[in-house]
């Protein structure tokens, strides 16, 4: 099966090889913060976590949006979805394997990773979100080699499959709400502490993996003719609007929680989220083009009309990926941190370093991306 | 010839290039010759024996180390009773190196010429050249 | 017969199970933290701000802790090692501090360390319980053996007592002490209440270094102990005790 990756046209082989480029540039410049240590990251001791397990965190969400198509398909026997879901886990699998790496990267010691298992304490959320991406990563690899290789032969899958395939929605939104409370648990962190994180976790995820998936599927029907066709397109872009309405809506109960308590430590968050804090603004333009983004998205999305035409659907997906990007990646975890315990304003900017590591991982994932695709799509063509 | 016979070579070609990796990047380094280690320790009184006889101890000297590190560092246990009745202070660089003072000749040669990195010197500070006599008393 | 593609799945189980046996076994073994229910003595520190603050710019602590403990002088605050350091008192008691506190204690620079939490954050995050709550005196352990390097601790930690390691801290120690190990670059180290010289039978170097007899050192569950004398006569407070966390080092102000 993996052998169909290995066929493609001169363009199929050019993307390759310069996904490659970027990842080999990555892992240069990995080796030099292996030799050199963190310290070649703009994370310091106040600001202890910052582009890696900001890119982590979004990730996740990425891969347990997969359950969008998922759950239509399979449970309520939504046809329409059949050409997509093979992508929504293609996609998941591609983004877990890519949180495992932004993890692996950030650690201190990364050899020392194996006593995660030796010595495991099971009251760490980090175990249990280990636990749970690890069963996500199988759950997925096994589904869609299932799935995908029956459909090869052409016979209906086993009926064993059915059950796991079951047992892999409420895993999503385990994998998700385990992310979440490895940051809603710390009494340290206010801005973080906070009930609605795993429920916003989940909202921002539903609609921001919906939105990467019409992107990919609408560069398929470009790049690769595989045409999935117009029902299962707007269906997620529905999906994605009324995801994407949760999350604005946790974020506006976050906002009027911390501002009308006016508890000093939860609104200096805020304050220099949106306004700064002294000198201090790395994130305020970010932030606010975050939101201008989502007001945009909202507009697009909510009006059917404008739903429905696809060139708009597109910027309203672009649009909408990027605030959420912004906003659940580096707003949220960085924001953590600033101001500090002690209520010290440092600010993070990632190094050149931390950027093309990320830059790198993001290229396996979409070189996996592309050749699990190549897969699917080129056993599907056989077939038909 | 089968179909696609160069592509199968190469692909060979790549895959034990890369699985060979230790093997080629160790022909062009220079091992030291596999020397047995200077045993000869400074004489303190009273400390003429090892822990363990030295055949024990060349087999088994990492895991002692494990686990006086464990004993010590997780259960505040420093004492050592040897079999014959003898105590040491779990230490390494307190009871080990007090006597194998040089570490070139006594941890070095070995771990070298097998090619295995211990990382207890990362942390660890190794006798400078003739510590004075510390930590070794008898409880 | 097996073909190469069942060969690869069986395989690939196996194997998959095996490297599950030794998580489910340590997870049956149920080597579970102990509460502070179960400590038979408690150790904290009481802070007579008194008499620290008598002295202008002394740091006599500070420099015994360092080089007991090899700790590195790293000049950019943004990424060095602190055990015990000075915090102003604003920092340090955000919620205590108002404008028209004493002028005398509102900017004064006061010695923080490792409170030595009853109910540490820190050990509940960490992953590999490379740091842990002593049980049989209370002191929150640190095993640099064992440490990952994740920083969840960092984040867990309400009075930033951890500090990271950021790079080779040996190329910022000028003399090294040989009696106590440096650390490596990669792992998270405290203040740990000098657990090395407790068990030789003596005090934290901190303690001992104080001219003032500023800082005293003692067992809260021995009622006859100094520091519970002092808790007693005077009045004392502690950083963000409403976190829940417990912290073991008291202030006299």
Sequence with gaps: MLE????????????????????????????????????????????????????????????????????????????????????????????????????????????????????????????????????????????????????????????????????????????????????????????????????????????????????????????????????????????????????????????????????????????????????????????????????????????????????????????????????????????????????????????????????????????????????????????? | MPRDFNRIVLGLAVFLALVLTPVWTNLFRSVPPLQDPEIATRNIPGKDKCVLPSVEMKVTHMNLLNQWRDSVVRNDQRDYATADGRHFDMSLSRTCMNCHTDKAKFCDRCHNALAVNPYCWDCHVEPLVQPASMGTEVR | MMDRRDFMKYAGLSGLSLASIPLLKKLSAAELPQGSSHATKQLAMVVNLRKCLELDNCTKCIEACNQTHNIPLIDNPDDNIRWIWKER?????????????????????????????????CVRVCPTQATWKREKDGIVMMDWHRCIGCRYCMAACPYGSRSFNWRDPRQHLAKIQPDYPTRTKGVVEKCTFCDERLSRGQLPSCVEACSEKALTFGDLSDHKSEVRELLSSAYTIRRKPSLGTGPQVYYIV
């Excluded at chain 1, 997969?66 to 699998?93: D, Q, R």
């Excluded at chain 1, 309203?316 to 990027?322: K, N, P, R």
């Excluded at chain 3, 340090?92 to 490792?114: G, K, Y």
């Design chain 1, 4 to 384: 169909k990756a290995l066929y493609g046209d001169r363009k199929y082989w050019m993307w390759i090889i310069s996904l490659t480029g970027v990842m080999v540039i990555g892992g240069l410049f990995y080796l030099h913060q292996f030799r050199n240590g963190l310290t070649v990251t703009g994370m310091s001791r106040d600001v202890t976590w910052g582009l890696y397990i900001a890119q982590f965190t979004f990730l996740v969400g990425v891969a347990a949006s997969a359950v969008m198509v998922v759950l239509p398909y399979y449970l309520h026997n939504y046809k329409a979805f059949g050409k997509i879901t093979i992508l929504g886990e293609f996609l998941a699998i591609s983004a877990v394997t890519m949180c495992v790496l932004f993890i692996v990267v950030d650690m201190g010691q990364p050899f020392r990773v194996i006593n995660l298992f030796l010595h495991p304490s099971p009251r760490s959320m980090m175990l249990w979100d280990t636990v749970a991406l690890m069963g996500y990563l199988l759950l997925n690899v096994l589904i869609s080699r299932v799935t995908l290789s029956a459909e090869r032969k052409g016979i209906a899958p086993p009926h064993w499959i059915k059950p796991v395939i079951i047992l892999s929605i409420p895993w999503a939104i385990s994998i998700h709400t385990v992310t979440a409370f490895l940051y809603s648990g710390l009494a340290a962190r206010p801005f973080w502490m906070t009930a609605v994180l795993a429920p916003r976790f989940l909202a921002s995820a539903f609609a921001s993996g919906p939105a990467l998936l019409i992107l990919v599927c609408l560069i398929l029907r470009k790049v690769a003719k595989y045409d999935v066709g117009r029902e299962p397109i707007q269906k997620l872009a529905v999906i994605a609007t009324y995801a994407m309405c949760a999350n604005v809506f946790f974020f506006l109960m976050e906002v009027f929680t911390a501002a009308y308590s006016n508890i000093p430590e939860h609104m200096a968050h805020f304050e220099y989220l949106y306004f700064g804090l002294g000198n201090h603004h790395a994130l305020v333009p970010w932030m606010w083009t975050s939101a201008a983004l989502a007001v945009l998205t909202l507009i697009l999305l909510l009006n059917p009309k404008f739903r429905a035409k696809e060139n708009l659907l597109v910027v309203a997906c672009a649009a909408l990926f990027a605030s959420i990007w912004i906003d659940k990646g580096m707003g949220m975890v960085v924001t953590g941190f600033i101001p500090s315990t002690a209520g010290q304003v440092h600010e993070y900017f990632p190094s050149v370093t931390e950027i093309f590591v990320a830059l790198g991982i993001w290229a396996l994932g979409i070189l996996m991306v592309t050749a699990f695709y190549k897969i699917a799509l080129s056993l599907r063509r056989s077939a038909a």
């Design chain 3, 89 to 121: 008192f604003d920092r340090a008691f955000e919620d205590q501090e108002h404008e028209h506190l004493t002028e005398s204690i509102r900017w004064s620079p006061l010695v923080v360390m490792c409170n030595h939490c009853e109910n540490p954050p």
